[in-house]
């Protein structure tokens, strides 16, 4: 009982927020921890920074730390999902889909009618998330990913319109 209750304090004390330049380091350091390759502190600046941006934080209200984020490209009436990560120790809290409604419901409210995404093969539980959020397997990208050659499932959602 204290640790379900534990857990429903950490997704009640959960802001999602857009994401600020400030929030670089923390975001990169949830990154760190959360790939064996992680993208780099540039290629994350470069989307914080990007003019069709759209990223979000997930950021605990009692310690201002983040525990998530999910980084997004808005182009024309198209979502592009780039990347998203929860800090191991808040994963299956709610945490990626409640970055994931907050990203498609900014995305529907600029105008955009479909989302787009890449993901793993044998990521499992980030496949679950795209499923459950109503994302279908639209297309394979073969050997998409440099470290091991893995494929990408490529995913779409129509999210307005």
Do not use: C
């Not at 330049?21 to 914080?48: F, H, K, M």
């Amino acid at each position: 009982m204290v640790v379900e209750k534990s857990r429903a304090e950490q997704i009640i004390a959960i802001d999602v927020l857009p994401a600020r330049a400030d929030d670089l380091d923390a975001i990169v350091a949830v990154e760190a921890q959360s790939y064996t390759y992680p993208w780099s502190r540039n290629l994350i600046q470069g989307s914080l920074e990007s003019v069709h941006a759209l990223n979000y934080v997930a950021r605990d209200r009692r310690s201002t730390g983040v525990r998530g984020f999910m980084l997004n490209l808005l182009i024309a009436d198209e979502l592009h999902v780039l990347n998203l990560a929860v800090h191991p120790l808040y994963r299956r809290s709610g945490i990626g889909n409640r970055l994931m409604e907050a990203s498609l419901a900014a995305a529907r409210e600029r105008g955009a009618v479909v989302a787009f995404l890449e993901v793993r093969r044998s990521n499992i539980q980030a496949l679950t998330l795209y499923i459950n959020r109503g994302f279908n397997v639209i297309g394979v990208r073969r050997g998409y990913y440099s470290d091991n050659k893995e494929d990408a499932l490529v995913m779409k959602k129509i999210i307005g319109r």
